[in-house]
Protein backbone atom coordinates (compact mmCIF):
# COMPACT_ATOMS: atom_id res chain seq x y z
CA UNK A 1 0.00 0.00 0.00
CA UNK A 2 1.27 3.41 -0.76
CA UNK A 3 2.85 4.74 2.53
CA UNK A 4 0.93 8.71 1.69
CA UNK A 5 -2.51 6.28 1.74
CA UNK A 6 -1.50 4.30 4.17
CA UNK A 7 -0.83 6.90 6.95
CA UNK A 8 -4.35 8.56 5.65
CA UNK A 9 -6.15 5.00 6.29
CA UNK A 10 -4.30 5.11 9.78
CA UNK A 11 -5.31 8.37 10.79
CA UNK A 12 -8.73 8.62 9.75
CA UNK A 13 -9.95 5.08 11.30
CA UNK A 14 -8.40 6.72 14.26
CA UNK A 15 -10.47 9.19 14.18
CA UNK A 16 -13.63 7.89 12.94
CA UNK A 17 -13.10 5.04 16.56
CA UNK A 18 -12.58 8.17 18.55
CA UNK A 19 -15.83 9.69 17.00
CA UNK A 20 -17.64 6.59 18.59
CA UNK A 21 -15.87 7.50 21.83
CA UNK A 22 -16.98 10.89 22.43
CA UNK A 23 -20.57 10.42 20.79
CA UNK A 24 -21.64 6.74 20.52
CA UNK A 25 -25.05 7.64 19.63
CA UNK A 26 -24.63 9.41 16.86
CA UNK A 27 -24.06 7.99 13.34
CA UNK A 28 -20.92 6.20 12.54
CA UNK A 29 -20.00 4.17 9.51
CA UNK A 30 -20.82 0.50 10.87
CA UNK A 31 -22.89 -0.92 14.26
CA UNK A 32 -22.29 0.54 17.27
CA UNK A 33 -23.67 0.20 20.93
CA UNK A 34 -26.43 -1.97 23.24
CA UNK A 35 -28.47 -3.46 20.75
CA UNK A 36 -25.70 -4.50 18.30
CA UNK A 37 -23.69 -6.03 21.25
CA UNK A 38 -26.84 -7.51 22.06
CA UNK A 39 -26.61 -9.00 17.72
CA UNK A 40 -23.62 -10.45 18.66
CA UNK A 41 -24.57 -13.07 21.46
CA UNK A 42 -23.47 -10.83 24.22
CA UNK A 43 -26.22 -12.25 26.76
CA UNK A 44 -28.23 -9.36 27.91
CA UNK A 45 -27.86 -9.95 31.98
CA UNK A 46 -23.95 -9.95 31.62
CA UNK A 47 -23.95 -6.46 29.97
CA UNK A 48 -26.36 -5.24 32.56
CA UNK A 49 -23.33 -5.64 35.01
CA UNK A 50 -21.17 -3.91 32.83
CA UNK A 51 -20.45 -0.21 32.66
CA UNK A 52 -22.71 1.79 30.09
CA UNK A 53 -19.49 3.83 29.05
CA UNK A 54 -18.42 0.65 27.63
CA UNK A 55 -21.48 -1.11 26.04
CA UNK A 56 -22.44 1.70 24.41
CA UNK A 57 -19.58 2.61 22.84
CA UNK A 58 -18.52 -0.96 21.89
CA UNK A 59 -17.64 -1.55 18.38
CA UNK A 60 -16.03 -4.52 17.78
CA UNK A 61 -16.73 -7.78 15.43
CA UNK A 62 -18.00 -10.73 17.80
CA UNK A 63 -18.00 -11.80 21.55
CA UNK A 64 -14.82 -13.50 21.36
CA UNK A 65 -14.05 -12.41 25.35
CA UNK A 66 -16.77 -15.30 26.00
CA UNK A 67 -15.46 -17.69 23.77
CA UNK A 68 -11.49 -17.63 24.53
CA UNK A 69 -10.37 -19.56 26.54
CA UNK A 70 -9.27 -17.70 29.56
CA UNK A 71 -7.66 -19.70 32.53
CA UNK A 72 -7.85 -18.40 36.16
CA UNK A 73 -4.64 -16.44 36.87
CA UNK A 74 -3.74 -15.68 33.51
CA UNK A 75 -2.23 -12.25 32.42
CA UNK A 76 -4.45 -11.29 29.52
CA UNK A 77 -4.09 -9.09 26.19
CA UNK A 78 -7.21 -7.18 24.97
CA UNK A 79 -5.52 -5.72 21.79
CA UNK A 80 -8.11 -2.61 20.53
CA UNK A 81 -9.80 -2.81 23.55
CA UNK A 82 -12.03 0.52 22.79
CA UNK A 83 -13.76 1.55 25.59
CA UNK A 84 -13.12 -1.82 27.61
CA UNK A 85 -16.20 -4.02 27.35
CA UNK A 86 -14.04 -7.19 26.31
CA UNK A 87 -11.30 -6.26 28.76
CA UNK A 88 -13.90 -6.66 31.65
CA UNK A 89 -15.35 -9.49 30.76
CA UNK A 90 -11.64 -11.31 30.55
CA UNK A 91 -10.57 -10.03 34.04
CA UNK A 92 -13.77 -11.32 35.75
CA UNK A 93 -12.76 -14.77 34.03
CA UNK A 94 -8.98 -14.91 34.91
CA UNK A 95 -10.16 -13.77 38.29
CA UNK A 96 -8.25 -11.60 40.98
CA UNK A 97 -4.80 -13.45 40.49
CA UNK A 98 -5.00 -13.21 36.82
CA UNK A 99 -4.33 -9.56 34.77
CA UNK A 100 -5.86 -8.23 31.75
CA UNK A 101 -4.26 -5.14 29.85
CA UNK A 102 -5.94 -3.14 27.39
CA UNK A 103 -4.32 -1.57 24.41
CA UNK A 104 -6.05 0.83 21.90
CA UNK A 105 -4.81 3.25 19.69
CA UNK A 106 -7.12 5.79 20.01
CA UNK A 107 -6.71 8.29 23.36
CA UNK A 108 -10.62 9.05 23.36
CA UNK A 109 -11.54 5.06 23.39
CA UNK A 110 -8.79 4.60 26.21
CA UNK A 111 -10.10 7.41 28.48
CA UNK A 112 -13.60 6.35 28.22
CA UNK A 113 -12.47 2.63 29.13
CA UNK A 114 -10.59 4.44 32.20
CA UNK A 115 -13.61 6.12 33.26
CA UNK A 116 -15.53 2.77 33.06
CA UNK A 117 -12.99 1.09 34.93
CA UNK A 118 -14.18 3.10 38.11
CA UNK A 119 -17.56 1.80 37.91
CA UNK A 120 -16.13 -2.08 37.75
CA UNK A 121 -14.53 -2.13 41.31
CA UNK A 122 -11.98 -4.56 39.60
CA UNK A 123 -8.11 -3.99 40.46
CA UNK A 124 -6.77 -6.34 37.62
CA UNK A 125 -6.75 -4.15 34.78
CA UNK A 126 -4.23 -1.49 33.18
CA UNK A 127 -5.38 0.58 30.03
CA UNK A 128 -2.51 2.17 27.85
CA UNK A 129 -2.56 4.52 25.14
CA UNK A 130 -0.75 2.72 22.54
CA UNK A 131 -0.43 1.41 18.63
CA UNK A 132 -0.55 -2.23 17.61
CA UNK A 133 2.18 -2.55 15.74
CA UNK A 134 4.81 -1.44 19.09
CA UNK A 135 3.34 -2.75 22.01
CA UNK A 136 4.30 -1.63 25.88
CA UNK A 137 4.68 -5.49 26.54
CA UNK A 138 7.65 -7.76 27.60
CA UNK A 139 8.43 -10.69 25.74
CA UNK A 140 6.21 -13.58 26.63
CA UNK A 141 4.48 -11.57 29.17
CA UNK A 142 0.43 -12.54 27.65
CA UNK A 143 -0.92 -16.11 28.27
CA UNK A 144 -3.88 -15.08 26.18
CA UNK A 145 -4.69 -12.23 23.69
CA UNK A 146 -8.03 -11.34 22.61
CA UNK A 147 -8.33 -8.98 19.37
CA UNK A 148 -11.90 -7.96 18.52
CA UNK A 149 -11.01 -6.87 14.36
CA UNK A 150 -8.24 -4.52 14.39
CA UNK A 151 -6.74 -6.32 11.13
CA UNK A 152 -8.78 -4.94 8.40
CA UNK A 153 -8.20 -1.35 9.20
CA UNK A 154 -4.66 -1.52 9.91
CA UNK A 155 -2.07 -1.43 6.59
CA UNK A 156 0.55 -2.45 9.04
CA UNK A 157 -0.56 -6.37 9.66
CA UNK A 158 2.91 -7.71 9.77
CA UNK A 159 4.15 -5.66 12.28
CA UNK A 160 1.02 -6.45 14.19
CA UNK A 161 1.38 -10.64 14.24
CA UNK A 162 5.34 -9.97 14.77
CA UNK A 163 4.53 -7.89 18.00
CA UNK A 164 1.82 -10.85 19.00
CA UNK A 165 4.78 -13.26 18.58
CA UNK A 166 7.17 -11.17 20.54
CA UNK A 167 4.63 -10.65 23.90
CA UNK A 168 2.49 -13.96 23.34
CA UNK A 169 4.47 -15.99 25.88
CA UNK A 170 5.04 -19.97 23.77
CA UNK A 171 2.18 -22.06 23.96
CA UNK A 172 0.17 -18.92 24.72
CA UNK A 173 -3.10 -18.42 22.66
CA UNK A 174 -4.55 -16.09 20.40
CA UNK A 175 -8.23 -15.27 19.73
CA UNK A 176 -9.28 -12.79 17.26
CA UNK A 177 -12.04 -12.06 15.07
CA UNK A 178 -11.97 -10.28 11.75
CA UNK A 179 -13.85 -9.43 8.72
CA UNK A 180 -13.04 -10.81 5.45
CA UNK A 181 -13.81 -10.40 1.78
CA UNK A 182 -15.76 -14.05 0.15
CA UNK A 183 -14.99 -12.19 -3.54
CA UNK A 184 -13.33 -9.28 -4.88
CA UNK A 185 -14.68 -5.56 -4.25
CA UNK A 186 -16.14 -3.78 -7.98
CA UNK A 187 -13.94 -0.92 -6.46
CA UNK A 188 -10.75 -1.81 -4.36
CA UNK A 189 -9.74 2.01 -4.24
CA UNK A 190 -12.06 3.85 -1.56
CA UNK A 191 -13.56 7.27 -2.67
CA UNK A 192 -14.77 8.33 1.03
CA UNK A 193 -13.44 7.40 4.04
CA UNK A 194 -16.70 5.99 5.38
CA UNK A 195 -16.23 3.36 2.02
CA UNK A 196 -13.33 1.76 4.80
CA UNK A 197 -15.96 0.47 7.09
CA UNK A 198 -18.42 -1.30 4.16
Known amino acids: MDEHLAKRLYEGVRRTYSAVAEKPS ?7 GRDFVESLGY ?10 LS ?3 FAGLSNVSLYAEIPEGSTVLDLGCGAGLDTFIAARRTGPNG ?11 VDRALRALKETGLANIE ?22 GIFNLNPNREA ?4 LA ?11 SELILIKPVANPAPSAEDDWFA
Not at 99 to 109: A, C, E, L, P, Y
Not at 136 to 142: A, C, D, H, L, W
Request: glycine content about 4%; aromatic content about 8%; some cysteine.
Open 99 to 109: RVIGIDFSRSM
Open 26 to 32: EWHPFPV
Open 127 to 148: FCEAPAEHLPSRNGEIDVAIIN
Open 166 to 176: RVVRQNGHVYA
Open 160 to 163: IFAE
Open 43 to 52: PKALLQTLPA
Open 55 to 57: VDA
